[in-house]
């Protein structure tokens, strides 16, 4: 089976734009969960899709927003953005969600300048 | 709400020795504890994990105990290799779905 595949993998924005992260899981597994990741922080959860129904939700601004296509795939927008927000963000997939294997992407590097 | 604490935040051992690291989370309807290991540039990968009814389980130089009476679980990696080093994630599911990590621990290997 293919592995998880995020696009783009690298990403320069300035302030006050918008993203759109892409993320493809293993086929078959249903939920996608997102995070972001600061040189020496651990893994941020930003939210978790299911069947297309967000599950879960971490605690970030309204400008991070996501969605589930009913293929699975999975998208990230992060609307008007700030320098902090330069990060490496990460999807992960699994068959059901967290009581089982998380099979992480490669990641998609963004930078804002 | 609820969280995961990880201990300690930087290992440092030498190659060849033991290295323990220790985990506690605050949920007791956690049933689900994995531990993934992230190397440099690389994305985290499961390494091992424990469910609720077991104590304790190993894979070669790498184990995982849990306490659930005191809501706490460690991993145990033994003979340490230089390939070993790397930051290593541990976890615990919530009754919501949703896996609660701990802030990471970076395990340094001396030659």
């Known amino acids: 089976k293919a592995g998880v595949t995020q696009t783009p993998r690298y990403l320069i924005k300035t302030r006050g734009q918008q993203v759109t992260l892409s993320c493809s899981p293993i086929?078959?597994?249903?939920?996608v969960s997102w995070y972001q990741q600061t040189p020496g922080q651990g893994l941020q959860f930003l939210f978790e899709?299911?069947?297309?129904?967000?599950?879960n939700k971490g605690n970030f601004p309204g400008r991070f927003s996501g969605r589930q296509f009913s293929n699975s795939r999975s998208e990230m927008n992060v609307s008007t953005l700030e320098l902090g927000d330069s990060a490496l963000y990460l999807c992960a997939s699994s068959q059901q969600g967290a009581e089982e294997t998380q099979y992480f992407g490669p990641g998609t590097r963004l930078l804002v300048l | 709400g609820e969280n995961v604490e990880q201990h300690p935040s930087t290992l440092s051992v030498q190659e060849g020795d033991s290295a323990v690291i220790k985990c506690t989370y605050s949920?007791?309807?956690?049933?689900?504890f994995p531990w993934y290991k992230q190397e440099l540039g690389k994305r985290p990968q499961l390494i091992i994990d424990?469910?609720?009814n077991v104590g304790e389980k190993k894979d070669q130089r790498i184990a995982v105990t849990l306490n659930k009476t005191a809501k706490h679980f460690s991993l145990h990696i033994t003979e340490t290799q230089p390939e070993d080093s790397a930051v290593y994630f541990c976890a615990a599911s919530m009754s919501n779905y949703q896996l609660i990590w701990g802030a990471g621990t970076k395990l340094i290997i001396k030659p």
């Open positions: 899709y299911f069947s297309e129904t967000q599950r």
């Open positions: 949920d007791s309807a956690s049933n689900y």
């Open positions: 424990i469910r609720s």
């Open positions: 086929s078959g597994h249903r939920s």
